[in-house]
Structures are given as structure tokens and as C-alpha cells.
């Protein structure tokens, strides 16, 4: 069984630069959430995809928006970078997010942005 | 007040030392509650989930206390390898997201 993976691993951009991060979800998941890290914090919501539509969203602005794919991958935009973008994305996949449940996340191995 | 609060640390402990951390969160409507370990610029990894009557994986036990919304995780016999940033996580109702806390670093020392 496949997990979560993530590309690319590491990223430099400069700040009003777009960027891409994608997600390949682990087999058999339709949902895909992803969260930013930044250094010395703990994640933050960022949004949640659900069969190609979001279907959550937290505190983050318009400019980090998200596509999901049919084969439920998923990528993740952010427009205009900003300095304070940088920070480590990590997605996780789950399945059925219409499901209340106690499971938790199991996250890929993040991309690291680095905004200058 | 944040929803996740941890002392952030660092705790630096001797090999073979007990070491506790304790986490408290806001609402009272959680239903679910995880640690997750972090290593340097590495992703966070589920250590273990956390349940109402407490639960124990070797070394590792967590605690939750409803009433007084907080949650623990102790480490027994600490080991050099354990050294890492252990994140407390809760899940409020239904499919929300999970909602992490900043941390708390640890440092084993030889």
C-alpha cells in the first residue's frame, strides 16, 4: 500500500512568485487535507478537499487555493508569496470526510518553502 | 486563549529518566486526542492516540481528563532516540480538522 507522498521535497521562491505543491494521496483515499507548519509552530489548518470540491477551509487567505483530482491527488497554490509563506506544507489523505471519525492523520514527508 | 496549549520546553532529561508533558485544550466538545512526534524538519508521526482510560504502548502512556480538559503523555525510561518535538492534538466534533498544539521539544541527553 502506497502512503501519502509529496513534491517536490524542497522549494526556493521569491516573494511575489505563484508556487504549486502536489500530493498524491495513499490508495483507496478520497479526501485530502493539507496544513502549513511554520518554524516553531504546530500545523495549521489550511483546507480539505473531498471528492475534487473543498469541503473545509481554515484562517488562510484566497491566494492559497487547491485542486483535487479525479484520482484524488491534489495540489495545493499560492499566489503572490509572501515571506511569511514560508513554511513546511504537509498533506495528509483520509477517506470519506463526510464520516465523523476518531482516526487520525497520517501525513507525507511535507515540502519545505522557502520564500526570499 | 489558544485552542491547543502546550509548554513548549525544551525539557532536557538523562537517559533512563521519566519524563511527563502535559497539554490542555479549549473546547469542550473534542471527541478525539492524539500525540504526534516530530523529528528535526521532518513530518509529525502518530505516537498514539489517546483514550478515556488512559492507554499504554511500552514506554509511552497517555492520560485524558475530561473534566479538566487536558491530556498527558509520559515516557518511561527515556532513550536517546526519543529526543524529538511531541505535538498534542485534538479533534473537536464530526470532521473537523485536527487542531495541534506548538509542541514541546525533548532532548535526551547521554
Known amino acids: 500500500e502506497t502512503g501519502v507522498t509529496q513534491s517536490p521535497t524542497h522549494l526556493i521562491k521569491t516573494r511575489g512568485q505563484q508556487v504549486t505543491l502536489r500530493c498524491s494521496s495513499q490508495?483507496?483515499?478520497?479526501?485530502v487535507s493539507w496544513y502549513q507548519q511554520a518554524l516553531g509552530q504546530g500545523p495549521q489548518f489550511i483546507f480539505q478537499y473531498y471528492r475534487e470540491e473543498e469541503n473545509g477551509r481554515g484562517n488562510f487567505p484566497p491566494r492559497f487555493s487547491g485542486l483535487q483530482f479525479p484520482n484524488y491527488s491534489s495540489e495545493l497554490n499560492v499566489n503572490a508569496l509572501e515571506l511569511d509563506d514560508s513554511a513546511l506544507y504537509l498533506c495528509?489523505?483520509?477517506?470519506?470526510?463526510?464520516?465523523?471519525?476518531?482516526?487520525?492523520?497520517?501525513f507525507g514527508n511535507g515540502t519545505r518553502l522557502t520564500v526570499t | 486563549r489558544k485552542e491547543v496549549e502546550q509548554d513548549p520546553g525544551p525539557f532536557n532529561v538523562p537517559e533512563g529518566a521519566t519524563v511527563a508533558f502535559n497539554c490542555t485544550y479549549s473546547n469542550s466538545a473534542s471527541q478525539s486526542f492524539f500525540w504526534y512526534r516530530q523529528d528535526c524538519r521532518k513530518e509529525p508521526k502518530l505516537l498514539m492516540s489517546?483514550?478515556?482510560s488512559g492507554n499504554e504502548d511500552g514506554r509511552f502512556t497517555a492520560q485524558l481528563n475530561r473534566a479538566s480538559q487536558y491530556i498527558s503523555l509520559l515516557i518511561r525510561d527515556s532513550k536517546l532516540s526519543d529526543s524529538a518535538t511531541y505535538l498534542c492534538?485534538?479533534?473537536?466534533?464530526?470532521?473537523?480538522?485536527?487542531?495541534f498544539g506548538k509542541g514541546t521539544r525533548l532532548s535526551v541527553i547521554a
Open positions: 490508495s483507496g483515499h478520497n479526501t
Open positions: 495528509a489523505s483520509s477517506l470519506d470526510s463526510r464520516r465523523p471519525s476518531n482516526s487520525p492523520l497520517h
Open positions: 489517546v483514550y478515556s
Open positions: 492534538v485534538v479533534r473537536n466534533s464530526g470532521n473537523t480538522p485536527l487542531v
